[in-house]
């Protein structure tokens, strides 16, 4: 048997890597669990002490988006800087060159399509990988070093390639099931309504129920690299298993934390939303800007994904056993 | 003068007055404007609609006559309900290849409920029985398992210019809507539904090299064409059903007392029947009252435009019912707002609505199938319930189709043979009206039912295996409103297909249906444009209210078409037409060098004043700095037309040059203390001092412009949106991973 199975290996907890204040130290005693509310203001705490683990996920997301955005300017670059339909494309684009563009440069933006799905894929190989070293630096409650990092890697690459793989399976049948099959149950089902409300209402409803099991499924495998890390198992399918279990147990917490960190994603995403709307990039220090601004919230997001583990972690932690 | 001098002479004045459209040694008579056109066929039907079998129970009596000089001694039928009758039909068949047909193409038909019509029996009324000598024939394609055309042999030849009646029972089989007509649940759209005769064309008649039938197929692609006449249409439904038809205003209606009741409804002067019934509409009438639609300046613009007296100008009264869904029914003011202002402009600029009614119909959800649909005083459009002001639905395709009211049905080209002169028509000014009274549309995506401004601008084309039916996945959107005119829309497509085709050609000949919707409408819409633009928006005006005004009621050619143009103009155009109708060549022009270079310091030796000077470059006389600009542009495309170039230099002044286009480039050359800044090309015209325009066939809009000196600002601006949206794209994606 390995040690990863038994619940007394589980890694003990390095309260004050994580806590923000003497009171959460305080609140955060063995054997009591603390509210979801208080495991989410702690993931942001546990993020906040890891500002270079964020940035360092920021800066592979950025070098990855390059690989696409280069070619992509070049392409801009040779239709708009010496047309004056450049100019009237400025604020917005001017229809006749986005279709001119999109016609004529069909078999560009079609190896570009292809392209960005190899990317996609690998960097969602690597992001695995990342995520091994990642948890590690959590688990281990230090600050980030690279080569705790890379010993992360190293030690759960292997289980969280397997969870990585098992769970796109995942993925694809709840697509299949709650997507395709379902779709078609209602197609069957709608075929005759006059009601284009009626319809309209159920599909929705379909696609709520598809949202909510995909990001369900979702935290079911954050929890599974968890257990991975924390219980250093190599056994990935096992580890999903106990992962669902531990999710069916603590539906609500798990759920609220999820949640929870969820809308600060959103209201993130609103903040810049509501930032990108008060100009238009009209002039280069206004690109420039519009530039820094995307990229502080992109920072932002590898800085909330941290915290979602950071949180999920310690709700493992506290109830894991 | 003797007997035969007498009879030739009076043939040769009937020919002359009675035959207008005919042509004499390559000369074309002024025609005549017609109030009534020449009615050949008178239809009485009687029809029963079994809502539960979906069949039609028909007797129908038509009276037809041979306006032609000829013994005819056949008639030909059309069956347009046949083509919904197997897999294997003309129509079925080319839905099937390259997505021809309607929507979805094939795989939107409802495979349970063919449609099709048997005619039980045919009889020369008080007469012989013609029911065994009834066989179906394949004009076009000798497709054995196409029902749709059918020729009865007479026992008795038609004689010129006489008459025949016929008695016919028929029973009608209506398809689940697929393509225009059919069933869904209790809702009936009931066009292409009876017997209905070919058009018999004399030798000479738009082109025609032998006199015969024109009745072809019913195909993937093709519409209709159809003689006019009078029909009185008796029909006979459950009591608690609505029903709408052409006539529009029922005759008389009679409670049958078994809870049916029987409508009648009459038109003269048309060239179809279409009905619809439904216990679910919603019916609201109002009324198109002109002196309040249109405005005394409205009328005084347009008398001044065409040249016309204002009782040519003034529009008539008329009755609009609209039959619409409960679910749209907050969309009713929308209806009618498109639907006035089609009445206003449509009658303004080619000539008034002469008809007293018009029925627009809504089709429900499940029967989209049966929208966007055009039949004389009886239209269908359609919109969804989530539909945001800004999508131009319904308002787009209830315009269109009540603009086929003119371009179909007052102009009544060959649909099957020449459908640009409708649909291209139509096209056209619905994209005028839509620019002028409601301004741009906007790009929507449909989410899952849910209208998102944007556009896709990105997407995956998944192998077939195992992604069959699957389609491109989208994968990137500009999520933000784009507006677009309804020429960019049609440009949009015309661009993916221009080479495909020539235009003039018939309507299944094309490659398939992109083809052939770029041929019919798109393309049309810009050359029409394109045309306008040249003439001026006045001239244009006068050719396309003459051209109507000649062939209101009539069957013109494409022909027609450009000898009303030149004889309007007073211009020779055939070397455009020949250009636009009869290649598949494309337009482009472009700027293809905005150069300025000091001029070089004088070095050499010259003869100035009978004497030699010697200079150097560093003994030049101070003076003011020359430089030179050269600015080129070429013909990329094999389409020449002219144009007109446009160059800004930098201390603001403009020069306009023209060049007629021809040749395969132009460089234009200027010395001046300044530096040009930027050139680009539009369209040429003949008014010199009118507005620039794209030429709006050029394929390319970017390279009609060029600036001497780059500026990268809009290129770094969408590529840093570009970088983030991947970088979002990609963070999404490693949540899965």
């Known amino acids: ?321 | 003068m003797t007997a035969r001098m007498f009879f030739i002479s009076v043939a040769l004045a009937w020919l002359w007055m009675g035959n207008p459209v005919h042509t004499f040694g390559g000369q074309r008579p002024t025609l005549m404007p017609l109030e009534h056109p020449k009615i050949i066929t008178r239809y009485r039907i009687e029809v029963t609609l079994d809502p539960h079998t979906k069949q039609l129970k028909g007797r129908e009596r038509l009276v037809w006559l041979n306006d032609s000089d000829d013994i005819v001694r056949e008639l030909q039928f059309h069956l347009y309900l046949n083509a919904f009758k197997n897999v294997d039909t003309t129509y079925m068949s080319e839905a099937r290849q390259n997505g021809r047909g309607f929507g979805r193409g094939i795989n939107a038909f409802d495979f349970e409920h063919w449609g099709y019509i048997d005619v039980e029996s045919m009889r020369i009324a008080d007469g012989e029985d013609l029911t065994d000598r009834m066989e179906f024939i394949q004009p076009d394609d000798g497709n054995p398992y196409d029902q749709t055309v059918m020729r009865v042999t007479l026992p008795e030849p038609v004689p010129p210019h006489g008459e025949i009646a016929l008695d016919i029972a028929f029973t009608a089989q209506l398809p689940r809507v697929f393509a225009r007509t059919g069933f869904h649940k209790d809702f009936f759209l009931v066009a292409q539904w009876f017997p209905k005769i070919g058009v018999y064309e004399e030798a000479g008649e738009r082109g025609r090299a032998q006199s015969g039938w024109n009745c072809h197929q019913f195909h993937a692609n093709s519409e209709f064409y159809a003689d006019y006449g009078i029909y009185d249409v008796f029909i006979t439904v459950p009591s608690n059903y609505i029903v709408g038809a052409t006539g529009g205003l029922p005759r008389q209606k009679r409670d049958n007392g078994d809870g049916t009741t029987t409508v009648e409804f009459y038109q003269e002067d048309v060239h179809d029947f279409a009905w619809t019934a439904s216990p679910r509409f919603i019916r609201v009438q109002r009324h198109f009252v002109a002196k309040d639609q249109v405005s005394d300046e409205d009328i005084a613009e347009m008398m001044r435009v065409l040249g016309l007296p204002r009782d040519q100008i003034e529009l008539g009264d008329v009755t609009v019912i609209l039959l619409i869904q409960p679910e749209h029914e907050d969309q009713i003011d929308r209806y009618f707002r498109a639907i006035f202002t089609a009445i206003k402009y449509f009658g303004l600029w080619y000539g008034r609505y002469p008809y007293r009614t018009l029925t627009v119909v809504d089709p429900p959800r499940g029967a989209r199938g049966a929208g966007g649909m055009e039949y004389p005083t009886f239209i269908t459009a359609g919109t969804n319930w989530w539909a945001p002001k800004r999508i131009l639905s319904p308002e787009g395709v209830t315009i269109h189709e009540f603009g086929h009211q003119y371009w179909y049905g007052l102009v009544a080209n060959n649909e099957f043979e020449e459908a640009w002169l409708d649909e291209g028509f139509n096209s056209y000014s619905t994209g005028r009206i839509l620019e002028k009274v409601y301004g741009p549309n906007h790009y929507y995506e449909w989410f899952w039912g849910v209208p998102i401004p944007g556009r896709r601008w990105l997407e995956i084309r998944l192998p077939r295996f195992p992604f069959v039916g699957w389609g491109p996945v989208p994968l990137g959107s500009y999520l933000q409103y784009i507006p677009f005119l309804d020429w960019q829309r049609r440009w949009s497509r015309y661009i993916a297909n221009a080479r495909l085709d020539p235009l003039r050609r018939a309507a299944w000949e094309y490659l398939n249906a992109d083809s052939y919707r770029t041929n019919s409408y798109d393309k049309p819409t810009l050359l029409l444009r394109t045309l306008e633009n040249y003439l001026g928006e006045a001239l244009m005006a006068r050719v396309m209210r003459t051209y109507h005004r000649r062939y209101r009621f009539r069957h013109p050619t494409t022909q027609d078409f450009i000898d009303t143009v030149n004889d309007v103009t007073g211009l020779d155009l055939d070397w455009y037409f020949d250009q636009v109708l009869s290649t598949a060549n494309t337009l482009d022009y472009a700027v293809t060098e905005v150069s300025s270079e000091p001029v070089p310091a004088e070095q050499g030796v010259y003869d100035r004043n009978g004497r030699r000077v010697v200079l150097e470059p560093n003994n030049q006389p101070e003076g003011e700095r020359l430089y030179r600009s050269r600015i080129t542009v070429r013909r990329l495309g094999t389409v020449a037309f002219p144009v007109r170039v446009d160059i800004l230099f930098e201390d603001g002044e403009r020069i306009r040059e023209h060049w007629d286009g021809r040749d395969r480039w132009r460089t234009f050359t200027y010395t001046k203390p300044t530096r040009v800044v930027s050139a680009e090309v539009f369209s040429g015209t003949l008014n010199p001092g009118a507005a620039n325009y794209p030429i709006l066939l050029d394929v390319d809009f970017a390279n009609n412009s060029r600036r001497r000196e780059p500026d990268r600002l809009p290129a770094l601006r969408w590529s840093s949106k570009f970088l983030f949206w991947v970088q979002n794209l990609l963070h999404q994606l490693s949540m899965f991973g």
């Open chain 1, 1 to 321: 048997m390995i040690a990863g199975n038994q619940p007394d290996a589980i890694r003990p907890w390095p309260v004050h890597a994580v806590a923000s204040s003497e009171e959460e130290i305080a609140e955060a005693k063995p054997g009591a669990p603390r509210p979801p509310w208080a495991l989410v203001k702690s993931g942001f705490a546990g993020a906040n002490t890891q500002l270079r683990l964020a940035c360092l996920l920021w800066a592979i997301n950025l070098v990855f988006a390059l690989v696409v955005a280069i070619p992509f300017f070049h392409l801009l670059d040779e239709s708009l800087s010496r047309s004056l339909i450049g100019q009237r494309s400025l604020r917005f684009p001017d229809a006749n060159w986005l279709i001119g563009l999109l016609n004529s440069q069909r078999s560009f933006l079609d190896s570009l399509s292809a392209t960005l799905v190899w990317i996609a894929l690998f960097y969602m190989v690597l992001n695995a990988l990342v995520s091994a070293g990642v948890l590690e630096i959590l688990a281990g409650g230090s600050r980030f070093s690279f080569r705790q990092f890379f010993q992360g890697i190293v030690r759960h690459g292997g289980p969280f390639l397997r969870l990585f793989i098992i769970s796109l399976v995942a993925y694809f049948l709840v697509f299949l099931l709650f997507h395709d099959l379902l779709e078609k149950g209602l197609n069957a089902l709608s075929r005759d309504w006059y009601s284009e409300a009626g319809a309209f209402s159920l599909y929705w409803a379909k696609n709520i129920l598809l949202a909510v099991i995909l990001l369900g499924t979702v935290m079911i495998f954050d929890y599974a690299k968890i257990r991975v890390v924390l219980e250093n198992s190599p056994r990935a399918v096992l580890e999903t298993a106990k992962a669902f279990r531990f999710v069916r147990h603590h539906l609500r917490p798990t759920l609220l934390v999820f949640y929870g960190l969820g809308l600060a994603g959103a209201i993130l995403t609103l903040a810049y939303l509501g930032l990108d709307a008060l100009f238009a990039p009209t002039s280069l220090g206004l690109v420039i800007l519009g530039f820094l601004v995307q990229q502080l919230y992109m920072f932002s997001r590898m800085w909330l994904r941290v915290a979602f583990y950071v949180a999920e972690m310690e709700l493992y932690r506290e109830r894991g056993h």
